[in-house]
T-cell receptor, first 116, second 114 residues
Framework: AQSVAQPEDQVNVAEGNPLTVKCTYS??????LFWYVQYPNRGLQFLLK??????LVKGSYGFEAEFNKSQTSFHLKKPSALVSDSALYFC??????????????FGKGTKLSVKP | NAGVTQTPKFQVLKTGQSMTLQCAQD?????MSWYRQDPGMGLRLIHY???????DQGEVPNGYNVSRSTTEDFPLRLLSAAPSQTSVYFC?????????????FGEGSWLTVV
């Protein structure tokens, strides 16, 4: 069965420092991986996705993610964190194998806190 | 540029009452779905639809019904509300069920059952 793990409930970073939010996955076929961000009392906003091709994917708001097939990881990164990046981040895999017809399977989320 | 629109934003229900959460999208998306979000549990799939007239159950379908009479609309019905259904509900859509398509979310509906 497909699954996604976000090993850290919370990540704390100082403004201006690089940030990494970790995600590992388990899929039966090709991985289709997504990152979403949720600000308080708001819906989920799409950041970026990996389908195929270049292992470094660039997305919205200066975020990028590195796909690593051997480590089954898809970590979210940003070179210089902003206080406004503080939010809840979700990693997800879109399940396209075994008849589940393309549903998103989410990790439990990581709360990012960026301090001035 | 409406995208995925959910109503109501907030609702308080009494145990045993029924209600419908509305979801509409204006992007001509074939795939639509409903998730619930609970603290520490991420988002869990309730029901989904790959096109008008087609619906199927997700991970946590009990206590909920859906229908898809048009491409645009995908309402979620709570048949007899229970406190365990207190949650934040998100409707989502994408062009198709193919895994490479991005899924877009509405702003959420906060439901409290007392």
């Amino acid at each position: 069965a497909q699954s996604v793990a976000q090993p850290e409930d919370q990540v704390n970073v100082a403004e201006g420092n690089p940030l990494t939010v970790k995600c590992t996955y388990s899929v039966s076929g090709n991985p289709y991986l997504f990152w979403y961000v949720q600000y308080p009392n708001r819906g989920l906003q799409f950041l970026l996705k990996y389908i195929t091709g270049d292992n470094l994917v660039k997305g919205s708001y200066g975020f990028e993610a590195e796909f690593n097939k051997s480590q089954t990881s898809f970590h979210l990164k940003k070179p210089s964190a902003l206080v406004s990046d503080s939010a809840l981040y979700f990693c997800a895999v879109r399940d396209g194998y075994g008849g589940s017809q393309g549903n998103l399977i989410f990790g439990k989320g990581t709360k990012l806190s960026v301090k001035p | 540029n409406a995208g995925v629109t959910q109503t109501p934003k907030f609702q308080v229900l009494k145990t045993g009452q029924s209600m419908t959460l509305q979801c509409a999208q204006d992007m001509n998306h074939e795939y639509m779905s409903w998730y619930r979000q609970d603290p520490g549990m991420g988002l869990r799939l309730i029901h989904y639809s790959v096109g008008a007239g087609i619906t199927d159950q997700g991970e946590v379908p009990n206590g909920y019904n859906v229908s898809r009479s048009t491409t645009e609309d995908f309402p979620l019905r709570l048949l007899s509300a229970a406190p365990s259904q207190t949650s934040v509900y998100f409707c989502a859509s994408s062009y198709s069920e193919q895994s490479g398509n991005t899924i877009y979310f509405g702003e959420g509906s906060w439901l409290t059952v007392v």
